[in-house]
């Protein structure tokens, strides 16, 4: 399984990003997709999942502003997010969940200026 993450960059805050997560297969083959995100001396966490049948979870700090969804067609998962803050620059990594196991792709940095 190999995951390609891009759409990173700098925004001021208060801008918008989509990151984008293509999957080496159909993304609907996998039990769900997360993108997690790693800011510098802080541990990962997870910011947005969605399963293979649509339903979405949303960290708290990010709910309302980010919207995690996919498109089989292109095999691709989006991290939609609005109104970007400085605590949201960060490294932010795909993940595919499949029977108990993921699987990670390398990260796009995402970096808010204020």
């Known amino acids: 399984v190999q995951l390609q993450a891009s759409g990173g960059g700098l925004v001021q805050a208060g801008g918008s990003l989509r990151l984008s997560c293509v999957a080496s297969?159909?993304?609907?083959?996998?039990?769900?997709m997360v993108w997690y995100r790693q800011a510098p001396g802080k541990e990962r966490e997870l910011v947005a999942d969605?399963?293979?049948?649509?339903?979405?979870f949303y960290v708290d700090s990010v709910a309302g502003r980010f919207t995690i969804s996919g498109d089989n067609a292109k095999n691709t998962v989006y991290l939609q997010m609005n109104n970007l803050k400085p605590e949201d620059t960060a490294i932010y990594h795909c993940?595919?969940?499949?029977?108990?196991?993921?699987?990670w792709g390398q990260g796009t940095l995402v970096t808010v200026s204020s």
């Open positions: 969605i399963t293979s049948s649509g339903s979405t």
């Open positions: 993940a595919a969940r499949r029977n108990g196991l993921v699987y």
């Open positions: 297969g159909t993304i609907f083959s996998f039990n769900g």
